[in-house]
Antibody, heavy 119, light 107 residues
Framework: EVQLVESGGGLVQPGGSLRLSCAAS????????MDWVRQAPGKGLEWVGR??????????EYAASVNGRFTISRDASKNSLYLQMNSLRTEDTAVYYC??????????WGQGTLVTVSS | DIQMTQSPSSLSASVGDRVTITCRAS??????LAWFQQKPGKAPKSLIY???SLQSGVPSKFSGSGSGTDFTLTISSLQPEDFATYYC?????????FGGGTKVEIK
């Protein structure tokens, strides 16, 4: 059974940093692209970024709104995906979802972790 | 960036109704489109990929169609568990973008 479990959310001050983790199980982690998607309170979904699979050297893509501030990485030995978030802004407040990409499209979503950026 | 426009933004329907939601892309995305369902307080669930293919385990009352710039999600007979917000997303080019969502409410 595919499982994605996010952790690491919490309250952080503007300008601060936070690292989110996504523990993956039930599939061959290195074979799959993985995305981060976020949702601000009461708002729609926003794609944050992508980590390609091992065959594509785990290269990354980012939304313009986070490019240069957020970094996606993996630890294949731990079957884990990470989102390092620096220079956080109030507008980064959201639930962050880890998403598996199967057959070029999202297929499994984690339950999400809430990040609140506030002073 | 490719803009995704969903309509309507909300609708009221009764149990048993046939419901259609539209998603329009600002440029040709072929069939690189997916649909998701989200219930309050829950993570989104993947319903359809490649515009018309059902994800494993998704009931056949959901169907998708379209290609190019215009797409539809249809629920053939609305049931109480289908009341939710539905989103489309394009997978043609980066940045991947979502529609604004369609909230399906009980009439």
């Amino acid at each position: 059974e595919v499982q994605l479990v996010e952790s690491g959310g919490g309250l952080v001050q503007p300008g601060g940093s936070l690292r989110l983790s996504c523990a993956a199980s039930g599939f061959t982690f290195s074979d799959h692209y993985m995305d981060w998607v976020r949702q601000a309170p009461g708002k729609g979904l926003e794609w944050v970024g992508r980590s390609r699979n091992k065959a594509n050297s785990y290269t990354t893509e980012y939304a313009a709104s986070v490019n240069g501030r957020f970094t996606i990485s993996r630890d294949a030995s731990k079957n884990s995906l990470y989102l390092q978030m620096n220079s956080l802004r109030t507008e980064d407040t959201a639930v962050y979802y880890c998403v598996r990409i199967g057959r070029d499209y999202s297929d499994y979503w984690g339950q999400g972790t809430l990040v609140t950026v506030s002073s | 960036d490719i803009q995704m426009t969903q309509s309507p933004s909300s609708l009221s329907a009764s149990v048993g109704d046939r419901v259609t939601i539209t998603c329009r892309a600002s440029q040709d995305i072929s069939n690189y489109l997916a649909w998701f369902q989200q219930k309050p307080g829950k993570a989104p669930k993947s319903l359809i990929y490649a515009a018309s293919s059902l994800q494993s385990g998704v009931p056949s009352k959901f169907s998708g169609s379209g290609s190019g710039t215009d797409f539809t999600l249809t629920i053939s007979s609305l049931q109480p568990e289908d009341f939710a917000t539905y989103y489309c997303q394009q997978f043609k080019s980066y940045p991947l973008t979502f529609g604004g969502g369609t909230k399906v409410e009980i009439k």
